[in-house]
């Protein structure tokens, strides 16, 4: 389903510097004789300096990756997260008995510490930008920074959305001197300023003065990339319930809601098996039984006849974990260098047709959710047209159309749904929130 977007990626080596991030958002130096100090990179950096911590922070982007979508993955029940070495998957994830959310271990520390270290090196690269003297364009400099500018708001946008009520810092420049933890809104207004901010920031520009990888084929010139700032504010503006936001940002991006549009056009984490580089954390080979993801079943059973979507899980031999079961694997990914999607068409249409439900637009509502559901085989929308009907119909082409990629639990949180989830073991809970890690006060 991938085929589109080129899997190839060669990393250059991540800054040392940037390697040592704990939950409080404070940062060990770590000496390394091949590579400048943050200090000469910050006050005037090279070309190949920058373009080192530019691959340095795409690459930071994928750290600790799998414990943010699979711990979202399980509180939303789309599959299971089976491991023969830690219980935790299965009983504090799930809220088994009177387990609950630990603020001191791995499924709440990992994913905040490796978005906090992206945003890190996002905030070296924007003032390695500022002071250098190399030969770059103002509107050059302009554009690198908004590139920064945005990696900083997607990070911190991920964050947010395991702590919700939480909050999350976005003035963490200064690891000696960190700004507040802002409320959700207030996360979510910082966040969306940061998109405005790149935005402008883009428009001067015909290209940046470093390369972009694979991940961003399509988007590697500034104006390109702008539409994928649109589609994150028409993330960030749905988040907000300002539906007016989300369906202007939506048709300023990169949606195509044309019939036969490219779904999977889009910005992608990738990985590769070059030496030092990253597999997709996400992929389990078919049938493992020690360490695996599987699918709830429900995502089968619930499924309407003749939904292609259904591919996105594999039959496998029965598994059975902690009095939970499942007959299927998750099979989104195929392969080991599979990307996983940061933003892609599929999700930006179902934001158009969600906020055209919202703004009283029922028939370009329709129109998106028929788009979706021919494409997978569906007959056309055949429901009521109240919006409390069309967003139902919505969240439920969500489900399938963005399984595993981290949006269910988000979404019913949004609409006050997550008592709608399966509890497969009395006495189980679903989670709101991760909690704040213990570092963090």
Known sequence: MHDNIKIKFSWLYMLALCTALFASCEIDEVPDPNNPSEGVISSDASLSEIQNVVDGTASAMRNSQQFYYEGVGVIGREYYRFSGSDPRYTSDLLGKGSAVLDNNTFYTNNPYAGRYRAIKNANILIDALTNTTASITEAQRAA??????????????????????NGVRVDVADPDNLGPFLSYAESLNAIRDLLHEAETGLGGADSFPFKLGDGFAGFSAPADFAKFVHGLLARVHLYQADWAGALDEANESFMD????????????????????DFFNPLYYTPGSTGETLVAHSSYVTDAEAGDDRVNKVSARANIFQDDLTSDYDFAVYQTKTDPVAMLRNEELILIYAEASAQTNKPTDAVDAINNIRQSHGLGVYAGGQ????????????RRYSLYGEGHRWIDLRRYNKLNTLPIDRVGDDVWVEFPRPADEG
């Not at 036969?260 to 990985?271: C, E, K, L, N, R």
């Not at 109240?386 to 082409?397: F, P, V, W, Y």
């Open 257 to 276: 809601n044309s019939q036969g549009a490219d779904f999977y056009t889009g910005v992608y984490y990738t990985y590769s098996s070059a030496g030092g």
């Open 386 to 397: 109240s919006t409390d009907e069309l967003i139902d119909e919505i969240l439920l082409q």
């Open 144 to 165: 690198g920074i908004a590139w920064a500018k945005t990696i900083k708001a997607h990070e911190l946008l991920l964050v947010l959305n395991m702590q919700y009520n």
